[in-house]
């Protein structure tokens, strides 16, 4: 598993886990985020079981254990927190904060210690240390019940699955060439994403936004220019459509 | 063949399962409790010496029904106790990897804190582990010997049924299959059991 620090201020870091070329082979690879403030830790999607032991190698590689105090599931699909059983026992005085639609199914991995913070569909604001994090509603973006992280100060979007595209664990980090990497995108998006009425309203909020750096779970980061080129592909693509990848 | 050290809590699934069976055949026999005081009351002073014999019936019967369902409790929380210990043995697995991989870690000593917790927690569930597999074991012996009488109660009930001629006899003796039969099933469900349960003992 491999880190990457994409932002750094006097009052906080973000940090990528990802590019895991140890994990199984039948495994999708994800992009796990973790945002450090002075006295805590926000760990975004920790992904799988078969991914914990690495992770949390990695993770206190650069945090002691008890400062990772808050846990973000963007929604409930097991590549993003199927380990909730084993963070659990890691870190009994952590909060998750996950979307309030699915505290029921999530509790289904594992959860007898961690609070369980439910996120309103409105969503709302994580301050830690004095550092806000911004719970920005992306329902059916995948998930009936979805959302990003915004940080406005360091200006990264944390995007979950819009964006997301496979690619092999050797992968740059960043995209390089935008009409390349659309190609890898269009069917994942097409199949995925069911509504274009959530997708142009998701578009329409994001681009209120000053975003520098927009990260997704699988695949590449986008930055500067290509946050504004895909959310322009994004919003002339047709979603919710089988077949047409 | 299971293997048990994978997966000893499928085991575990396995004899409350089986004990459950015991419990339903066990309440077919209070059926034949009842059947018999029938037949034992149309038969009249024929079968006076079968009626006593009812009550042992239902005596069994209760003991069997009460003794069965208080030892499916017992799996059924010695199975979700394994369950726990699954998890615990897992959590315990993934910890020991962390320390191989980032044993140069500078918070490495960070993790040492939550290794001791769930250690303690590991082992206060092989504890009661252990606890209830001794509690459940005991009480299989105890309804096993009961099911001794059974045998000895059909083989009275035969003898009555000898006496209660012949309109009554086959329906008593009938009675008396259903005792044997029904006690030797659930004594063959509880051998399987304390096969398994010794099985597990040994791991």
């Known amino acids: 598993m491999k880190t990457h620090k994409l932002f750094e201020c006097p009052s906080h870091t973000w940090l990528m886990f990802g590019r895991d070329d140890e994990k199984p082979e039948a495994i999708i690879d994800t992009n796990q985020y973790m945002v450090v403030t002075k006295n805590n830790s926000l760990l975004m999607d920790p992904g799988g079981i078969e991914l914990f032991s690495a992770m949390l190698a990695a993770v206190i590689k650069q945090v002691p254990a008890n400062k990772i105090t808050h846990l973000f599931a963007s929604h409930q699909d097991p590549d993003i927190i199927s380990s909730l059983g084993l963070w659990d026992q890691a870190l009994p005085s952590a909060t998750l904060h996950s979307p309030w639609l699915w505290e029921s199914f999530i509790r289904h991995f594992g959860m007898n210690n961690i609070n369980y913070s439910a996120i309103p569909d409105e969503g709302n604001t994580l301050k830690l240390d004095g550092v806000s994090l911004e719970f920005i509603p992306a329902h059916y973006l995948h998930s009936s019940g979805n959302f990003n992280v915004y940080d406005p100060e360091a200006k990264i979007l944390m995007s979950g699955d819009i964006g997301a595209a496979m690619e092999p664990v050797d992968a740059p980090l960043f995209v390089e060439d935008f009409d390349e990497h659309a190609k890898k995108m269009r069917m994942f998006h097409q199949r995925w994403m069911p509504s274009n009425e959530a997708k142009n309203d998701w578009v329409r909020r994001v681009r209120k936004l000053d975003v520098e750096m927009m990260c997704p779970q699988h695949g590449r980061i986008f930055k500067g220019d290509d946050v504004k080129r895909f959310l322009d592909w994004f919003e002339n693509l047709e979603v919710g459509v089988l077949n047409k990848g | ?203």
Do not use: W
């Open chain 2, 1 to 203: 063949m299971t293997d048990l050290s994978q997966n000893y809590f499928v085991s575990v699934a396995e004899i409350a399962a089986k004990l459950d069976q015991a419990t339903t055949i066990a309440q077919k026999l209070s059926l034949t409790a009842s059947n018999a005081r029938a037949v034992a009351l149309r038969a009249g002073e024929r079968a006076a010496g079968f009626r006593p014999l009812t009550d042992f019936i239902d005596r069994l019967a209760e003991i069997t029904i009460s003794s069965s369902k208080k030892i499916n409790q017992m799996a059924a929380t010695l199975s979700q106790t394994s369950a726990e210990k699954v998890r615990a043995d897992g959590a315990i697995k993934h910890f020991n990897s962390v320390y191989k991989i980032a044993n140069e870690s500078p918070y490495i000593d960070s993790l040492d804190e939550v290794y001791e917790r769930c250690k303690s927690e590991q082992d206060r569930l092989e504890k009661t582990y252990r606890r209830q597999i001794e509690q459940l074991s005991e009480e299989l012996e105890t309804l096993s010997s009961e099911l001794r009488n059974a045998v000895i109660l059909a083989t009275l009930s035969r003898v009555e049924a000898s006496q209660a001629g012949s309109q009554y006899q086959d329906a008593l003796i009938n009675v008396a299959d259903n005792v044997e039969g029904a006690a030797g099933k659930i004594k063959n469900h509880i051998k399987y059991s304390q096969q398994m349960v010794s099985t597990l003992e040994e791991y």
